[in-house]
């Protein structure tokens, strides 16, 4: 079989999407638009991507590295002179070429397949993707003869009345014989309505020189539609967040509510797991076998072991160990890491601390930079001080260790295995394993104080009448 390559259009400005942001680069499901677009000219076969970016789109080059490669157009002439700026990237002169554009993130690898499929059987030179629109304003219409074949594709600014009738359009996706196309691509002018050079006049140029131009008609149109604003982003959006939610629920895993779930498309979830209503879970995160999670939860970037329970909760990138139990009402931030069975809960916040097996942060505490070992429980209202206005300090927690309730553990500190601390101690130097650290000035107890200060209220009063 022939080679495959991608070059993928992504240079223009976007205006209507009224933002400082390249286009390509806003998001569906937690990934930008041209993602998509490379995943499924990589899963049609493409073994080498081109993106035609302009020199404001350096970001787009930090998105993929050096996992495709980059070619810029200095100035946005058109489709035409886009897809010549690509030439030099391109490897191999021979073969076929995919020309696709940024921003149609629903286009799936299995249509552009199908694109390739048809243009090898039918020997052609080109083959253009296609969608009937009950409302084909403002695209780009396919005229095909007799036979059905391709005779050009005519720009609606450029169409006389009968063509612009015509309610076949060009979606913007082809796969070209590279050689035809670069060859045909020479010839293509300016002179038309928008003064740019077309990429679509190749088409006519083709087929004029003897050549076999196709048209593949797409099955749902929907799919193909680029995006062009921000009402269509959230349509976009509202499409693939089903899809994701549906393939989740045939893979195994319940949804109580899809329309109060939103996973993004990185996310992984294993079957049997129980996503309950307001949930949202972004980024890499993913969820293992057997989880309950929700309602009200955020995962962004966090990873969820087997078995672990996280209710009412905002977890960025956190890990919750399998069969520990998060919620309801907590906050885990980066560098958090529940160990097995461990327990975060309610009104706790941890950030950037390890929790040991089994141990236990229930209520009302503020745990950061800690190391915490096993078994260890710690007490209500626990906070380690672990900011001195400076830097952060660590706060080491052996295994078997009780923090009794509101204890404050002033960073640098290490409570050694089994030690305790008592309750309400402001706890400032290390505690060796098995000691009790008290803090705490020592109860006075000044038995009958009430009555007494009864006594004098009254007597004062008395005094004050007789004056
Ligand atoms: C193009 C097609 C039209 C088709 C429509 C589908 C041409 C002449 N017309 O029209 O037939 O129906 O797409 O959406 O090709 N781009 C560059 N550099 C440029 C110009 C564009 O990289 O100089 C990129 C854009 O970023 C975009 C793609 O090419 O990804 C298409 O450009 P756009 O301006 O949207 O083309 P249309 O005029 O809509
Ligand atoms: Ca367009």
């Given at each position: 079989m022939s080679q495959l390559a991608a070059v993928i259009l992504?240079?223009?400005?976007?205006?209507?999407?009224?933002?400082?942001?390249?286009?390509?680069?806003?998001?569906v499901c937690g990934r930008p638009l041209v993602a998509y677009v490379v995943e499924a000219a990589r899963a049609a076969g493409a073994a080498e991507v081109v993106l035609v970016i302009n020199h404001e789109m350096n970001a787009v080059r930090e998105l993929f590295g050096p996992d495709v490669k980059y070619a810029y157009q200095k100035e946005q002439l058109g489709t035409g002179h886009a897809v010549l700026a690509a030439r030099p990237a391109?490897?191999?002169?021979?073969g076929d070429v995919l020309v696709l554009c940024g921003d149609t993130p629903l286009l799936s690898g299995e249509l552009l397949q199908a694109l390739v499929t048809r243009h090898r059987e039918g020997a052609a030179a080109a083959t253009v993707l296609t969608a009937e629109l009950k409302d084909p304003t403002g695209y780009g219409r396919v005229v095909r003869d007799a036979a059905g074949e391709v005779e050009a594709i005519v720009e609606e600014r450029d169409a006389a009345p009968a063509v612009k009738a015509l309610r076949e359009v060009n979606t913007g996706s082809y796969c070209f014989a590279a050689a035809a196309l670069f060859a045909a691509l020479d010839e293509v002018g300016r002179e038309n309505a928008q003064g740019e050079y077309y990429l679509t006049d190749v088409l006519g140029i083709l087929r004029r020189g003897g050549r076999r131009v196709l048209a593949l008609a797409a099955p749902e149109p929907a799919l193909t539609q680029g995006i062009n604003n921000r009402v269509q982003l959230a349509e976009a959006e509202a499409f693939l967040r089903d899809r994701i939610r549906r393939e989740l629920m045939l893979a195994g895993v319940t949804i109580l509510d899809p329309a109060s779930t939103f996973i993004d498309a990185g996310v992984s979830i294993a079957p049997d797991t129980v996503i309950y209503p307001f949930t949202i879970i972004e980024g890499r995160s993913s969820i293992g076998r057997g989880c309950r999670i929700g309602p009200g939860v955020q995962l962004r970037d966090s990873r969820v072991e087997d078995g672990a329970t996280v209710s009412q909760a905002v977890l960025v990138e956190a890990v919750v160990g399998p069969g520990a139990t998060v919620g309801p009402f907590t906050y885990l931030r980066p560098g958090t890491v529940l160990a097995e069975g461990a327990k975060a809960g309610t009104f706790v916040e941890i950030k950037k601390s390890a929790i040991g097996a089994?141990?236990?942060?229930?209520?009302?505490s503020y745990v950061g930079d800690a190391q915490v070992g096993r078994g260890v429980n710690i007490g209500a209202g626990t906070i380690t001080c672990n900011y001195d206005g400076f830097k952060k300090n660590a706060t080491v927690i052996e295994d078997e260790v009780f923090i009794g309730s509101n204890?404050?553990?002033?960073?640098p500190v290490r409570i050694g295995r089994g030690a305790y601390t008592g309750a309400g101690s402001t706890i400032t130097r290390d505690v060796p394993p098995g000691a009790l650290a008290l803090e705490r000035a020592e109860q006075r107890v000044l038995p009958d104080w009430v009555k007494k200060r009864l006594e004098k209220l009254a007597c004062a009063k008395e005094k004050g009448k007789l004056e």
């Open positions: 992504a240079a223009g400005k976007g205006t209507r999407m009224k933002s400082k942001r390249p286009k390509v680069l806003h998001e391109l490897s191999a002169a021979s089994g141990s236990k942060v229930p209520h009302l204890t404050n553990l002033v960073a």
